[in-house]
């Protein structure tokens, strides 16, 4: 197990909640961006953490017009009632992915199925804390976006113009394995943000998956510069599904996102949303008499019966580091991490934190 300091969770939000309000944003805003750091770090995520938001922000976001702090969101008029289409005005991602997941869940209560599809929109960060609380509360949820650039080579190709473009989906399974089933994934084979995390701490990529500035594979973090797909054709696939269903959200060109601006162009990502509840897929004819719960145990106790009681869940790596962000009493930090940390807390005008006064992690 890696060493971790603990820094409690409401000085990390306080914290994450200064710097986005010295960079404009409302206080609304700043909270969700707060919670949404606090919920990767919570679950084990160290590559869409508060650092790499605040990142994001500095290249693509307040500072260079591509994130507008305080935007109000526009709903477009649909002819169909479980549907709901959003122009994001370039509001901040954290925020307006809260607003979606919450307003699917509402569809979801009253048709069964709630799709949120926004268009105009700057980067959500980690999609998993999004599904994972909506699966905790007993649905089944799915989303996916645009990544904030093109950094994926396809396949036979030399010139990155896919994203990393993520795929989340969280089931409701607490009851059956006592934590949410949560599928999780960039589509290249690391993120950008594992990249930028193992420069940081000096360790190497796996081979084959990033290349150089000369379409080389590299294992060098601090060399690569674009990635690639994971799985070859699948994960380019998976990329593909992200970039079309953007296209037909309203998302434009994808080499031209979050980059210099172009005369009638539109730069931003764009989101997707569908939550759907258990009970409207439900045939009622489960085998042997058993309730709907009690067939989804099966299925998993079957799954992983037969010799393969050793292997891992989606999910459970993040339920761990959940439990030992819970018994630690705080979230769990590298000391290089930390000092990432104390850059932002000297921008915010806020008190770095010491070292060697914080808590070790068991």
Not at 7 to 12: A, K, N, R, S, V
Not at 234 to 259: D, H, M, Q, V, W
Not at 261 to 273: D, I, L, M, S
Request: hydrophobic share 40%.
């Amino acid at each position: 197990m890696e060493n971790f300091r603990v820094i409690p969770t409401d000085e990390h939000n306080a914290l994450v909640e200064a710097a986005y309000l010295k960079r404009g944003y409302t206080a609304d805003e700043a909270r969700a961006a707060g919670r949404m750091a606090a919920a990767a770090t919570w679950h084990g995520n160290r590559t869409h953490n508060a650092i790499k938001a605040l990142h994001l922000d500095r290249l693509f976001g307040s500072g260079q017009g591509g994130c507008v702090p305080g935007a109000e969101i526009e709903k477009i008029p649909t002819r169909f009632p479980a549907v709901e289409v959003w122009d994001a005005h370039k509001k901040l991602g954290q925020a307006t992915a809260l607003l979606a997941i919450e307003r699917a869940i509402e569809l979801a209560d009253e048709f069964g199925t709630g799709t949120i599809a926004v268009d105009n929109a700057f980067h959500y960060l980690w999609g998993g804390g999004y599904v994972i609380e909506a699966a905790r509360r007993g649905y089944i949820a799915y989303t996916c976006c645009t990544a904030a650039l093109t950094e994926v080579v396809p396949p036979g190709g030399k010139f990155p113009t896919l994203g990393t473009n993520p795929h989340s989906w969280g089931l409701p399974t607490s009851e059956a394995l006592g934590y949410p089933l949560v599928i999780d994934w960039a589509t290249s084979v690391v993120a950008m943000g594992r990249v930028q995390q193992l420069a940081r701490e000096g360790g190497a990529l796996p081979p084959n998956a990033a290349v150089d500035v000369d379409g080389q594979p590299t294992t060098d973090p601090a060399k690569a510069v674009s990635l690639l797909p994971f799985g070859a054709h699948k994960g380019y696939g998976l990329s593909l599904i992200n970039e079309l269903y953007a296209a037909f959200i309203g998302g434009s060109t994808p080499t031209l996102r979050c980059r210099a601006p172009v005369a009638g162009e539109k730069q931003t990502p764009a989101f997707y949303f569908q939550v759907i509840h258990p009970e409207s897929l439900s045939a009622r004819r489960f085998a042997a008499g058993r309730t709907q719960r009690e067939n989804v145990q099966a299925v998993l106790a079957d799954l992983f019966g037969h010799g393969n009681e050793a292997c891992t869940l989606p999910g459970q790596i993040e339920a761990r580091a959940a439990a030992r962000s819970e018994k630690n009493g705080g979230l769990l930090f590298s000391e290089a991490e930390i000092a990432a940390l104390n850059e932002i807390a000297a921008e915010a005008g806020q008190r770095p934190w010491e070292i060697g006064k914080l808590k070790t992690a068991e």
